[in-house]
């Protein structure tokens, strides 16, 4: 069952988006931004709940891009627990999100994705997204590797 994301779920996403980086993220911070973001309307964060357990998470952001003259939906984080994946939850998760979007009036929906995540990237291809860009990033902290990692 699909639906907007309430606070008490914040622990239950930290857990999905900690795996999806295969790291542990500070969950002091993680819980001010989800909070932050619960309350933004430039945000929307969509869950699927198996059982009354959060088990899917879809984070979108909305903006106004100057490139596109319009307004695009950006999916910022997605991730399905491990035991649910394959079962068609994430097809369904991203078709309720470009719904929402198109509600939102939306042009188009966007995902950056890691170049390491080729069974996510075949997910996307699958789901009619093609990849037209390339994001490029720079460290800000001092940390800079050339190499990448999923995760921090």
Same mark, same amino acid.
């Given at each position: 069952?699909?639906?907007?994301?309430? $606070?008490?779920?914040? %622990?239950?996403?930290?857990?999905?988006?900690?795996? $999806?980086?295969? @790291?542990?993220?500070?969950?002091?911070? *993680?819980?001010?931004?989800?909070?932050?973001?619960?309350?933004?309307?430039?945000?929307?964060?969509?869950?699927?709940?198996?059982?009354?357990?959060?088990?899917?998470?879809?984070?979108?952001?909305?903006? %106004?891009?100057?490139?596109?003259?319009?307004?695009?939906?950006?999916? $910022?984080?997605?991730?399905?627990?491990?035991?649910?994946?394959?079962?068609?939850? @994430?097809?369904?998760?991203?078709?309720?999100?470009?719904?929402?979007?198109?509600?939102?009036?939306?042009?188009?929906?966007?995902?950056?994705?890691?170049?390491?995540?080729?069974?996510?990237?075949? *997910?996307?291809?699958? %789901?009619? $997204?093609?990849?037209?860009?390339?994001?490029?990033?720079?460290?800000?902290?001092?940390?800079?590797?050339?190499?990448?990692?999923? @995760?921090?």
């Amino acid at each position: 069952m699909f639906r907007k994301a309430r $606070m008490a779920d914040c %622990e239950s996403i930290y857990d999905l988006i900690c795996d $999806m980086e295969n @790291g542990l993220l500070s969950y002091h911070s *993680f819980k001010k931004i989800y909070s932050a973001q619960l309350s933004n309307i430039q945000y929307y964060c969509l869950v699927f709940e198996h059982e009354k357990r959060v088990i899917g998470v879809l984070n979108l952001r909305f903006e %106004e891009q100057l490139h596109h003259a319009g307004s695009i939906a950006e999916i $910022m984080e997605f991730a399905v627990e491990s035991n649910f994946r394959n079962m068609g939850i @994430g097809k369904s998760m991203l078709e309720e999100a470009c719904r929402i979007a198109k509600e939102r009036g939306c042009l188009q929906i966007e995902v950056a994705c890691n170049q390491l995540r080729e069974k996510t990237h075949r *997910f996307y291809f699958r %789901e009619g $997204m093609h990849n037209f860009h390339y994001k490029f990033s720079k460290s800000l902290t001092g940390i800079d590797s050339t190499k990448n990692a999923i @995760g921090r």
